[in-house]
Structure formats: C-alpha cells, structure tokens
C-alpha cells in the first residue's frame, strides 16, 4: 500500500521484461500473510513542520507536505488484482520509504479487500478538485491510518518469518541502502536493527529472516521501517514490489537470485589506466581491490577475467601482485566478452545467470547481456559495494573454499581424459571414501547451506531455514545422514543430507551437492542405508517430488531400476519389495559414524 490519496499516476513500462513475471506470481502464490504497511515519503533530516520554512529543499504537495520523490509514486500495474502492481520512484536528495508495521498480518482474499477499499477511498477524496476541502481530506486520511498504525496487533500465534522487499532495477550500478526497523514509540526505542542492502541490476528479492530482527528488538510493536538509499540520484528509477512483514514457506528463498561468480575485466577496473597506455612494467592493483577479492574469495565466491588483453603480457601482473590464483578459468584473449563469459561458465558448469560481470565499459556490458539476458552486470566503479551483496562470511569453520573445490575437479576432469579405461574403472581408481554422521553443531551450518543451495540433486525441491531444520534436529523419529567425502584428488567436504523415516522405511528427503554429479556417491549411499539400516523384511522405498530442477535427481533413481509407483500431486515412490538389498555400484568405501 502507499499514499494513492496524494499520487494516482499509473504508468506503463517498456523497461519491465515479461521474463520476470513467472517469478513475481508464484511469489504471490507461496504467501500466507502480509502486513500491509502504508509506505509514504519521508526525509532522512526532517524536522517537521519547521523544515518547511527553513529548509531550502522543501517541495510542498497537495497536503503541504514535503515531496522527495521525482515523481512521487508511479504505479505500474501488472495483474488483474488490486495487490498486483509495482511503485516506480526515484529519490531526491534525504529522500526514504516508511512505513508502520503495527504486528497484524493479512491473508490473500482479507488483503486484496483492504487494498481495494484504500483504492476505494483514495479515489474518492482524488474525486474533489485540488483544493482546501481536498487537502483536509488528505490530512484526515493520514491520521486515521497513523491512529489505526498505533494500536499493538501482534498475535503469538502469527508471527512473521520474514520481511521481504522485491524490487527490480533496470540500471547497471548497485544501490546501496540501510533497512532501519525499531519501535514507533521513541520511550521503547533503545534497540535499532539496521541492515546495509545492496539492490543489483534486474529483478530480486532481499530476504530477512524476523528472527534476526527480533533478537535485536523484542517484538515492540508497532514497528516502524525505514529504506533509505545511500548513494542514488535522482535519475536512478527503482520498482518497489512487495515490501512487507509475511508468512511463507523456506520455498521463498529459492526465488532470490544467487550470485555465485564474479568475472572482472582488467583494465580501469581491477586497476587504474588501459595497459597499452603504460609502460612495461605495468600497472598495480590497489591494496583495497585486493582485500575486496580476498574477501570475496573467503566467502566461498568465485571468481574469474574476461579481458580483452594478451594473456602473456597480463599473466607476469597477476602473479608479480600475487592475485593470480584467485581467478579461475580467467578468459583473457581478443574474442567478444560474451564468448568468454559462455567458455567460463561450461568449465565451472554454472549457469551466467548466476554470474556477476564487473567492466567500465558500457558497450561490453551491453554486448554480454545481448547473449545472456539474465546476467547481471554492473560497471567498475561501484567495485567496493561487491562484497556486500554476498552478506556476511560464513562461520569459521564451516567455510568452504570453493575455489579450491573447483581445482580439484579440474585435475580429476583432466585425469578422466587420461585415464586408459573406461569411466566406472577411473571411478573405482579414485579412491573414493564417504563417512555418514549424525546431524549435529560441528555440521549443522554446511547442513544449512546445502539445504539452501542445492537444487539439481535436491529430491524433494524442499529447503528448510533454521526454524524447520531445529525442528528436524528434535525429531527423533528421523534419522539424520550427513554425508562427507574425499578422494585422491582433495577433500569435497559435506556433499549430502538425507532424512530416513524408520516406521515407514522410507527415505523422506534427500539432497546432494552438483560437486559429487556422476559420480554414483547417491548411489552407493541408497544402497549402504537399504543393506544396513533398513528393515530388509519391509519394503524400502525413496520420495521423489519432481520440479523444474531436479531431473538429474531423478536420472540416479531411474538408473538404479527401482521399482515406481505414482503418488498424489505427481510424487514419485521409488521402491523395492521387502527380503530384497540392493546391489551397491562399489566404487566407494563407507564409513559409517553415526
């Protein structure tokens, strides 16, 4: 909701892709309840009403008010529904978005109604003509919504689970903003949850998890919110989609777009100046570009170069400041930048949607996202907001250098190329070992991560956040399997989650890291849970759900030559009859643990 009483422009958008909208209604679909916050315009320096006559940046409205958008709130509709629509703004100078959030959540059909009547009443008061009469109503409106604002609606029994702001950007820079929420009472406010968002080109989804805000302030209602841009102008037009306090399933994260590479370009970008211009030494990378890649690097980011350069004259730079092995597959030749982007993603076999491409030059930008649409690029001088779009770094500990990761299966690749025999023998020869533990603190937060990432070898699509998987870890009806493995070629860590119900003698979830794809570790690993854990005198059997993802998943099942049965709502039951074992593929020694 917002301020339709003051702003009733609706517009149309020829910068709003329609690729877009599959995403933006299944989000509508997955949601169970929405606080329905009335966001206005407001001044990060307001001193109201005194501003108003001192302030050389007050731009009075038709209430009297301050206005500090370009063009107030622009609605671009999408949708049959009154709910189905983004505001376009752009922000002056100390311009933000807030709102109250006063606890109480809304259903679909009780919030598309409560939409439809503040549409209702603010055509009516629009129906006046602009004057005093009009500008009382307008006033009259405000305070009714900043009584009804005031009064505690939380319920126990409806507590949210995230606070969710969609946007999408069409502009090539980050945009940097603070997320403010703390208590609309100024006597309760001795806690603030302040979080840095970065918003990138295209459209996303910026999740918080309520319970990060609630351990800093303790369920105070009412709440109010704040989204204040840092570094925008006033040219830079962003689409606010849904921006509340709701209800959802975990299955919401899957629609947030995960960056997971960063291709840079060299020149005027990881360092100052083209290099044809310098002379033979060459130039020097900055030691704070340095800290933002080593950072980067930590966080479990990949990172690699598209340049148009001479890989001999570049190679000699990047090892003299020693940066040279955090790039991986780095594509430095005079081909197009986008044959490079497609060359780095079939070594790292991950999709450019998931890539983040950084380069000063806005023709190489727009050369690449002609091939690949959904790339996300950015030009080289918002480099040091990067890190900030991956969030914090993981728990020492549980960190995972995927770097490395990805070096390690380049020597296996290439072993395979090698090797004189066929691919089940190489397998055999790698002396692969797996070790099956129990869930618990040492691995939950790999756990955790596997459950969010993992999509073409998840066999169910379900992910769980912290809430679901503290549950799973009380439920002692389940066992709980986590699998780790290595071979002669290096450490692949944590690979694999899977839950077995032993009353129904059923494996009820199951999901592996893309890292151990074609590798029958699944399929070892089904067999050693049927032949040494199972009740052999029960049938045993697999839960399948399919989703758009998920066919490789379903290839391991299919290969095995399980029995199949079709369930309710196209599940998929893969089984064997009871007083049967299955035959595992033998190319790994188990050690179980737990």
């Not at 989204?227 to 509340?244: C, Q, V, W």
Request: charged letters at 30%; proline letters at 4%.
């Amino acid at each position: 909701m917002y301020e339709s009483d003051i702003y009733d422009k609706e517009i149309t958008s020829e910068n709003f892709p329609d690729i877009m909208l599959d995403k933006i209604m299944r989000l509508r679909e997955i949601l169970s309840g929405r606080s329905l916050i009335r966001w206005s315009e407001h001044c990060t320096e307001c001193a109201y009403p005194e501003c108003y006559k001192s302030c050389s940046l007050y731009s009075p409205r038709e209430d009297g008010k301050c206005a500090r958008f370009t063009n107030g709130f622009e609605k671009l509709q999408f949708g049959k529904k009154f709910s189905d629509y983004f505001l376009k703004i752009g922000f002056k100078r100390w311009g933000k978005l807030s709102g109250v959030f006063s606890g109480e959540l809304f259903g679909g059909e009780k919030a598309e109604t409560y939409e439809y009547k503040n549409l209702k009443r603010s055509r009516f008061i629009k129906s006046f003509s602009k004057d005093v009469f009009r500008k009382q109503l307008q006033i009259g409106y405000a305070s009714y919504f900043h009584l009804n604002e005031q009064k505690n609606s939380f319920r126990e029994d409806l507590v949210p689970d995230y606070f969710l702001t969609e946007y999408y950007y069409p502009g090539d820079k980050l945009i940097d903003f603070t997320l403010s929420i703390y208590p609309e009472n100024k006597k309760q406010r001795t806690a603030i949850y302040n979080k840095r968002i970065i918003f990138t080109p295209g459209y996303n989804l910026s999740i918080t998890n309520y319970s990060e805000i609630k351990n800093v302030i303790d369920k105070r209602f009412p709440l109010r919110v704040s989204l204040t841009p840092n570094n925008t102008s006033p040219e830079d037009e962003i689409y606010f989609g849904i921006m509340e306090f709701i209800k959802a399933p975990p299955d919401l994260l899957r629609l947030e777009k995960r960056l997971k590479c960063v291709v840079f370009d060299l020149d005027n970008t990881l360092w100052d100046g083209t290099i044809v211009e310098m002379n033979d030494e060459g130039p020097t990378i900055s030691d704070k570009t340095k800290s933002i890649l080593k950072q980067l690097d930590d966080s479990g980011v990949l990172l690699s170069i598209a340049s148009k350069n001479s890989y001999e004259r570049i190679l000699p730079i990047l090892e003299r400041e020693k940066v040279k092995d955090y790039f991986l597959h780095p594509r430095i030749n005079w081909n197009p930048k986008s044959a490079s982007i497609k060359s780095i993603s079939e070594e790292l076999n991950l999709n450019p949607d998931s890539f983040l491409f950084v380069d000063d030059s806005e023709f190489e930008r727009k050369e690449v996202k002609n091939i690949f649409p959904a790339i996300t690029t950015i030009d080289s001088q918002y480099i040091e907001l990067i890190p900030f779009i991956f969030g914090q770094k993981e728990e020492q500990g549980t960190k995972l250098n995927r770097r490395k990761y990805y070096l390690e299966e380049k020597s296996r690749k290439d072993s395979v190329l090698s090797f004189d025999g066929d691919y089940f023998d190489f397998l055999k020869s790698c002396g692969l070992v797996v070790t099956i533990e129990d869930l618990n603190e040492n691995n939950y937060d790999r756990v955790f991560e596997l459950t969010q990432r993992t999509n073409q070898l998840n066999y169910s699509g379900n992910i769980y956040d912290k809430n679901r998987l503290d549950s799973i870890q009380n439920e002692k009806s389940l066992l709980k399997f986590v699998i780790s493995a290595y071979d002669k070629f290096g450490d692949y860590g944590i690979v694999g989650f899977i839950l077995f119900e032993s009353k129904n003698n059923t494996i009820i979830d199951m999901m592996f890291s893309c890292r151990i794809m074609g590798k029958k570790l699944e399929s070892e690993v089904i067999a050693f849970i049927r032949n040494n854990v199972s009740d052999l005198t029960k049938e045993f059997s697999i839960s399948f759900i399919p989703t758009k993802k998920n066919t490789p998943a379903k290839m391991v099942l299919d290969e095995m030559n399980l029995l199949q049965r079709t369930l309710r709502e196209g599940t998929i039951n893969y089984y064997i009859e009871k007083n049967s074992s299955l035959k595992p593929p033998e190319i790994a020694k188990i050690i179980n643990s737990g």
